[in-house]
């Protein structure tokens, strides 16, 4: 299973998807790929991602791409009203009910600045829009009498990116925050990771047929 940006699909990559496919098959996989968009899988954010997943070619048949989510995920104010108020921070509540729809894909920094913020202008009047401050991000929550936009954590980020609140991240904050805007969201891996168990265990359970 490999993971790739939408671009993948434009029709000046062509000759590189055949040359992969081709690849693949000479090793005895069968290759699929499809646009999957991690809001369809709970995250609230949309991200966009081409996946690509390779099976042999006697397992092919015993995979089926993941079903999608029938309801929209959680809003970034729902997501994360419990971390903007940690320290606090009396706006909160008020900033979680305007935070009212999925954030814009999460991109681990703009090119630019190299720093840890939330991406170029056109991502940060995204941002904007859901009340947020996207030039830096903040080592810890607003306090109480904080005034004004609040900026994201890189906790708060990585829960946006589909990360249990327990997973540690290694380095400091632009480091961490590089591994975050870079990551394949969980649930979406999960969920094709899943459907190839599946197809795997169709292999076991031959070669236990075969062994018997």
Known sequence: MIENVRGFLSAVFE?????????LNK????TDWRLLNASEFGVPQLRPR???VALR????????????SPHNPPTVGETLADLMAANGWRGAKA??????????TIVGGSKKHGGPDLGPTRARRAWAALGVEGK????EAPGPEFVGIPRLT???????????DDW???GGKTVSYRQVGNAFPPPVAKAVARNIKVALSVQKHFLVRAVA
Do not use: T
């Open 50 to 52: 081409v996946v690509i």
């Open 136 to 139: 830096s991000l903040f080592n």
């Open 95 to 104: 900033w979680a009910d305007q935070a009212s729809d999925i954030a814009p």
């Open 57 to 68: 070619k006697e397992l092919v048949d015993a995979f089926d791409w993941p079903e999608v």
């Open 27 to 30: 090793l005895g996989y069968r």
């Open 168 to 170: 540690k991240f290694h």
């Open 154 to 164: 890189v906790r708060m980020v990585a829960r946006l990116q589909g990360f249990p």
């Open 15 to 23: 000759d590189y998807r055949n040359g992969l496919r081709d690849q």
